[in-house]
């Protein structure tokens, strides 16, 4: 079965309404790929959704950085999946590492998360990883299957949920997982899925990388198997984000 390469940006904590509305330009004027073979969606900050949603092309979608765990109410700060429907916002990210290791969010919340997104009509990004010093101690793929376990036990149909592996050692720090080692995890991500939520999900699921992805080293990523597209972070914010929703064309050649 094909699986739609699949490019998310995410534009985390950043930007002003005028840059925000110089992005949008750039990304309005580019020449890409058909939206029948490669998906694109873009995640600004939730003050930014919005005019995003109303002034980005048609062929690409919007995704918010984060929602409430359940229903609106007396929770300060918090933004629910309700309001992001509303909004007519169709996309989120959930379980991003820097939540998780700044905001402390456990692998339980993360999933109840999900569960309520998708129990909404939201379509999941939700994001694994490993730090450096699990990587290191050989228990990446635990550390990952009890991520992903968090979302099986809440979850039954994977359809609206792609899955983002982003080794938490290489976002931000110039480091980059090469080919073969994401390669490695997608693959044996995808075999976990398939043990544990059927054929069915571990065929159709879309496994993404991310983790300083950039328009030089998105070409060679592409080419892996399991690689079904990225969810790119810094170089979301420049030009060069135009180059790795191009880099589809290595999928399609391979």
Known sequence: MSRKFFVGGNWKCNGTIEEVKKIVTTLNEAEVPSEDDVEVVVSPPFVFLPVVKTLLRSDFSVAAQNCWARKGGAFTGEVSADMLINLGIPWVILGHSERRLLL????????????????????????????????????????????????????????????????????????????????EVHFDLRKWLHDNAGAEAAISTRIIYGGSVNGENCRELATQPDVDGFLVGGASLKPEFIDIIKSVTVKKSA
């Not at 402390?104 to 009509?121: H, I, P």
């Not at 990883?129 to 809440?154: D, F, N, P, W």
């Open 104 to 183: 402390n969010e456990s692998n339980e919340f993360v999933g109840d998360k999900v569960s309520y997104a998708l129990a909404q009509g939201l379509k999941v990004i939700a994001c694994v990883g490993e730090t450096l010093e699990q990587r290191e101690s050989g228990s990446t793929m635990a550390v990952i299957a009890a991520q992903t376990k968090a979302i099986a036990e809440r979850v039954s149909n994977w359809s609206n949920i792609v899955l983002a592996y982003e080794p938490v050692w290489a976002i931000g720090t110039g480091k980059v997982a090469t080919p073969s080692q994401a390669q």
